[in-house]
């Protein structure tokens, strides 16, 4: 019974082993990010402006016009993974940038990533070259058929954001004076597992498969029949590519029910969702889970329970979703997915600074 309220109060005098281990899950979550990053790194997010402002100079007047909207343009909540031949996006692609353009370009996307998050963004859309290969009589096989899209200016203004979309690919950024929001972002890929030829072997998205399998493995046979929820697997991710998400129906295993180890593991699957994140984000969005009710938090299963057969899961807490699937060509097919209930493209950044600065106030 102990080990249910590892995350919860305890008011005695003296420390029990449920408040050492909730102090030692603290420390964990802590530990995994530097200690002295403790606000978002203005200088991290004036270099991301300035990269951005660079390579909007580079552009000419007519992609700028493709490319640079109002902050206030709907489109900026629009978001899709799928490749852009079947559903149109706005901006420019990145295969219609001359090759000092591109170098900008990814100078910008470097410096709002982390060095794994901005070389799993590279490899997502090297696939499109492996596609074209695999399908050549496949119209939609088009590399760099990738688009990025601002809104507002990064060299004037204070409020502003952007994204990045294609095929297996979404990413959007909102900066809010010296504070950055990072959400939602996807990540996909096809195939999750290449079964021949030179690179036969190669997983792009690793991590956020194999500790699910490794936390599903864990549990118990109570567990199992908490954790999932649904025999079936969902064909995509719930959630889809909606503008705003609600917390969706309760489902699966409490972090209050897992043992010290399985919620080390769940742990670890948070931050393998967070590792395309600068430091700065990184830290930001981890003292948001460390301050909620993690008790609050559940894993929640559907679908197969071994490697080729397909499934699906969901970490939700009270702030955020993580969804994970892999069930289409014979579970060959990784879709990902970080929503945040109130901080999706910066909405509660945007909420903070109407309801304090004095320019909004009436």
């Known amino acids: 019974m102990e080990e249910k309220r590892i995350f919860g ?116 859309m090297d696939y499109e070259y492996l596609l074209k290969e695999m399908e050549p009589n496949n119209a939609n096989r088009i590399p760099e058929n990738y688009f990025v899209t601002l809104y507002g200016s990064p060299d004037k203004d204070s409020t502003w954001a952007w994204k990045f979309t294609g095929h297996h690919v979404t990413l959007n950024f909102t900066v809010v004076k010296d504070r950055l929001e990072f959400a939602p972002f996807f990540f996909g890929v096809y195939p999750a597992e290449i079964k021949s030829g030179p690179k036969k072997g190669a997983r792009l998205i690793r991590a956020e498969e194999d500790l699910g399998f490794e936390l599903i493995h864990s549990f118990t046979l109570a567990q199992r029949s908490k954790a999932i929820f649904q025999l079936k697997a969902f064909a995509e991710i719930v959630t889809t590519n909606a503008e705003e998400v609600s917390p969706l129906n309760p489902a699966g295993i409490l972090a209050a029910d897992l043992t010290i180890a399985q919620k080390a593991t769940l742990n670890k699957l948070i931050v393998a969702y967070l590792a395309s994140m600068t430091p700065a984000m990184k830290t930001a969005r981890m003292k948001k889970i460390v301050a909620e009710d993690m008790n609050a938090i559940r894993f929640g299963w559907a679908g197969g329970t071994e490697p080729g057969l397909p499934h ?45 600065s004095p320019h909004h106030k009436h």
């Open 9 to 124: 109060q305890n008011t005695a005098s003296h420390p029990s082993p449920v408040e050492t281990s909730f102090c030692a899950m603290k420390i964990l979550f802590c530990c995994l990010f530097p200690l002295f990053i403790v606000a978002q790194n203005a200088a991290e997010i004036h270099s991301g402006s300035a990269q951005a402002a660079a390579f909007v100079g580079s552009l000419t007047d007519a992609q700028r016009q493709k490319t640079v909207f109002a902050f206030d343009e709907t489109s900026r909540y629009e978001w899709h993974f799928v490749p852009a031949s079947m559903i149109g996006r706005s901006g420019i692609p990145v295969k219609s940038l001359d090759s000092v353009q591109k170098i900008r370009f990814y100078a910008m996307l470097q410096s709002y990533l982390s060095a794994e998050g901005y070389q799993r963004t590279r490899d997502v």
């Open 312 to 356: 699906y899961y969901r970490v939700q807490g009270k702030t955020f979703l993580m969804e994970f699937d892999n069930t289409q060509s014979g579970a060959n097919h990784i879709h990902t997915v970080w929503r945040d209930f109130n901080g999706d493209f910066g909405r509660d950044l945007l909420r903070e600074h109407y309801q304090t």
